[in-house]
């Protein structure tokens, strides 16, 4: 167990329709980056939040959207879903932003747009 | 844009033998990670290499860094076939907090 929770574990939903994704970090760790995972491919890197700040921006298209709370917690929303939005999304965490340790996952959300 | 390639990315091994995996990266970086994914679950950290010539160990798996070389290398002594998963490199570049992963290296080892 890495520390980093996401829900909901599973989603199905139909084009068009919108989602959000939830992440709860580790305890202490003030960095969120979220990574979309999809059929055999690797880990496309989306975007990364620090302490409630936006970081760094990935390949994210402008139809997802992400934030960090106050309490640390980070939702990635995607909207206007499409077939190819079908992925496995995962949320990691670190204890800083500047690249001193590794990054811990979640167990990942995986969705599937029909 | 930093680029982070691996080689090779299927892996089809016997148990016992010996193999390398390499992860080349296109910018500087001093910051290099190796994790392990099993199929349909989430990435488990492996090793974390902070400084040139770093070298990690852990059981049949053993990490170098090379940051004159960009490269980065994981090596399988005599593997089992509880190593069979997909292995990923992931390297930070400073000023870009970004953690960019590798291609992966699927890794079947063979009883």
């Known amino acids: 167990d890495s520390g980093v929770t996401q829900t909901p574990k599973h989603l199905i939903t139909a084009t068009g329709q919108r989602v959000t994704l939830r992440c709860s970090p580790r305890?202490?760790?003030?960095?969120v980056y979220w990574y979309q995972q999809s059929l055999d491919q690797g880990l496309q890197f989306l975007i990364q939040?620090?302490?409630?700040?936006e970081r760094a921006k990935g390949n994210i298209l402008e139809r997802f959207s992400a934030q960090q709370f106050p309490d640390l917690h980070s939702e990635l929303n995607l909207s206007s879903l499409e077939l190819g939005d079908s992925a496995l999304y995962f949320c990691?965490?670190?204890?800083?932003?500047w690249g001193t340790g590794e990054l811990f996952f979640g167990e990942g959300s995986r969705l599937t747009v029909l | 844009e930093l680029k982070v390639e691996q080689n090779p990315l299927f892996l089809s091994m016997q148990e016992g033998k010996n193999y390398t995996i390499y992860c080349n990266y296109s910018?500087?970086?001093?910051?290099l990670y190796w994790y392990r994914q099993d199929p349909g679950k989430s990435l488990e950290s492996l090793f974390v290499?902070?400084?040139?010539?770093a070298v990690k160990q852990e059981g049949r798996l053993m990490a170098s860094l090379d940051t004159k070389a960009r490269l980065s290398t994981l090596h399988i002594t005599a593997a089992v076939h509880d190593l069979s998963a997909t292995y990923f490199c992931?390297?930070?570049?400073?000023?870009?907090?970004?953690?960019?992963f590798g291609t992966g290296t699927r890794l079947k080892v063979l009883a």
């Open positions: 990691a965490s670190s204890r800083t932003s």
């Open positions: 305890s202490g760790d003030l960095s």
């Open positions: 910018t500087t970086s001093d910051r």
């Open positions: 939040y620090y302490n409630g700040e």
């Open positions: 992931a390297v930070f570049t400073s000023g870009t907090y970004k953690y960019i």
């Open positions: 290499l902070l400084s040139n010539g």
